[in-house]
């Protein structure tokens, strides 16, 4: 395939459009020449697609021009709008080329809450941005409506420039999943980095500690997360809890595989003032749990919720959609088995193989599309009518059906830290390998990312400059 963009700097941009209609091996083969050019006679933008070539054997020709009027708002962001006028117009044309429809239509981001907010603040209100999201960008009118409840549904969102997130990663785990591309390691493989990867994040968290204190920031919520941080041992999770000593609501400790939980981590997670926990399923099918690599049955999960039950905390439950060539009524089962449990949070996450993860080399098979989506419907309209409310809601690469991952909460119960996160609109201070900071500019509604290194053994030998370059972002 060729793609020829007379301004290059779009061209990552509209190979993500072409990559919603096509594989990456589809793309490869595909015979097809984009070509792809504007010009601006102010204040009339003119864009010009010219693609030939074959495709699924027949001949194809296609020259489209298409002009928009930009208001003043736009011109003084040429880039952004050019760029999002061409890629609706390819996703328009690759649409009927292809006769396909897609869900988030010409969205290629991995926040369209983010948009959304985007549409309300230019058009005057969510009605309006909704229909925009609909005529415009060419989402389904029930992907549309997902954005906007979810967007009703955030009312906790609090915009001030004092309040900060705290964030510690953990990236251990007992063993790999199969369709993981985090970077966690499974910890029996890597021990001897476990007690360094401790002592340099203890000094890292003392630095953000004192960030805090120069700044005045006041830390709104704390979230530790992974990898599995209970893979830790009790006395490892003390000494890392230990640090912690802010006085929040809300404080997470991921304890998402059932095998790690232990009341006497769960008795170090109370004794620091832990709110909220995740254990999280997956799935209930003991069959799929064996085939994508986690160490532990559906009955675990129900002994460990129930170890849980008496502490009070919150509990989130993670299921994924489209593992394992699962059926529907697998999935159904999974869902209503969780159900059962009334967990506070539920996140629904649609399956995407990545290219880091074991699954894309060819050891596991994805569930067909329209399997997916109906079960991705389904969760959609059971969780509802059980009192969750959708709150957060993300896109990923390669998910299947170019689906979205969604949380749902019951009433008063959502994980501010998820929204802050999703939509950047607190600053957040994170600490551990991988981990990145980001720091937000009420005022120019903007933020200011400073990624840690991904891998360990960098994290725990670069830890002095890792702070180093942290104290600069937030001078
Ligand atoms: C970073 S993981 C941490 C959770 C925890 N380690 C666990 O697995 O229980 C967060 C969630 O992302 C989801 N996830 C991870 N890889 C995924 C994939 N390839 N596709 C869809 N969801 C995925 C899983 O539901 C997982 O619980
Ligand atoms: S899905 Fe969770 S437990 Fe599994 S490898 Fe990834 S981070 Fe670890």
Request: with cysteine; glycine share 4%.
């Amino acid at each position: 395939m060729n793609l020829n963009i007379t301004n290059e700097k779009y061209y990552d941009e509209l190979l993500l459009v072409i990559k919603l209609f096509f594989s990456e091996d589809e793309i490869e083969n595909l015979n097809l020449d984009f070509n792809v050019s504007y010009t601006f006679n102010n204040p009339v933008l003119e864009t010009h697609f010219d693609i030939t070539g074959n495709y699924n054997n027949g001949d194809v020709s296609i020259n489209k021009s298409f002009s928009y009027s930009l208001t003043k708002e736009q011109i003084n962001k040429f880039d952004k709008y050019t760029k999002r006028f061409l890629k609706i117009e390819l996703y328009n044309i690759l649409s009927s080329l292809t006769n396909t429809k897609l869900p988030w239509g010409s969205l290629t981001g991995i926040r369209p809450t983010k948009l959304f907010y985007e549409l309300k603040k230019e058009l005057g209100s969510s009605i309006l941005a909704k229909n925009e999201l609909i005529n415009t960008f060419k989402v389904s009118p029930q992907k549309a409506n997902v954005a906007y409840e979810v967007t009703q549904n955030q009312s906790k969102i609090e915009i001030n420039d004092n309040l900060v997130d705290l964030y510690v990663n953990i990236p251990f785990c007992t063993s790999k999943c199969y369709y993981c591309s985090f970077i966690s390691a499974p910890i029996n493989k890597c021990a001897e980095y476990v007690e360094p990867y401790i002592t340099a994040l203890i000094k890292e968290i003392n630095a953000v500690k004192n960030i805090i204190n120069k700044k005045n920031y006041i830390v709104k919520t704390i979230y530790i997360g992974g990898g599995t941080p209970t893979a830790l041992s009790a006395e490892q999770l003390d000494r890392i809890l230990s640090e912690l000593t802010y006085p929040v609501n809300e404080f997470t400790v991921e304890a998402g595989r059932p095998d790690t939980i232990t009341k006497e981590k769960l008795d170090v997670l109370k004794k620091h003032n832990v709110t909220r926990i995740s254990i999280n399923p997956q799935t209930f099918s003991n069959k799929t749990l064996k085939e994508i690599g986690r160490a532990h049955t559906s009955e675990d999960i129900i002994k460990a919720y129930k170890l849980a039950l008496p502490y009070n905390f919150s509990v989130n439950m993670d299921l994924i959609a489209g593992l394992s060539n699962e059926s529907f009524n697998t999935f159904k089962k999974s869902l209503l088995k969780t159900l059962e449990l009334e967990p506070d949070n539920i996140t629904i996450h649609t399956l995407s193989v990545k290219r880091t993860s074991k699954l894309s080399e060819g050891e596991g098979t994805k569930g067909e599309t329209n399997e997916v989506t109906k079960m991705i419907d389904f969760s959609y309209k059971t969780l509802l009518e059980n009192g969750y409310k959708p709150y957060y809601l993300y896109k990923q690469k390669n998910m299947v059906g170019n689906l979205e991952n969604i949380g749902y909460t019951k009433p008063n119960k959502e994980c501010v830290f998820n929204i802050d996160s999703m939509e950047e609109v607190a600053t957040i201070l994170a600490c551990g390998a991988n981990a990145i900071s980001k720091r937000f500019y009420s005022l120019q509604n903007r933020i200011e990312r400073n990624a840690n290194v991904k891998n360990l053994a960098d994290y725990i030998n670069r830890i002095d400059e890792i702070i180093r370059k942290k104290e600069e972002t937030f001078k």
